[in-house]
């Protein structure tokens, strides 16, 4: 044979290797799609909780705005009550006292 030219054996064998390589090839593709879809599934998991953590924090924000006006109403009810309690004791000394006044005077 002349040179720079290869029999037909050798063309077979590499042609097969070739193919042999695509097909290896192919496989390591077929993984790569399959991790590639894996990951856009879990980048969306991901999105959604946190959407999903994001309205959980704003709801706990609200309610704690909700107790802390329910503690502060019956704090306020209580210092309202005690106000009351000290206006009546003031004015019913006021009363004594101004009664022993009125008392007193001939």
């Keep these: 044979m002349s040179e720079g030219y290869i029999s037909r054996s050798e063309h077979e064998e590499f042609a097969k290797r070739i193919d042999d390589h695509n097909e290896r090839q192919d496989a390591r ?33 609200k309610q704690g705005q909700r107790l802390e006006t329910l503690e502060g109403r019956d704090g306020e009810k209580w210092r309202t009550v005690v106000a009351c309690m000290i206006t009546a004791v003031i004015g019913a000394a006021i009363g004594i006292v101004a009664d022993g006044f009125f008392l007193a005077m001939p």
């Design 29 to 61: 593709l077929k993984e790569i799609e399959k991790n590639v879809s894996s990951i856009t599934d879990l980048v969306t998991s991901v999105k959604e909780l946190a959407v999903e953590m994001k309205h959980m924090s704003e709801e706990q924000r």
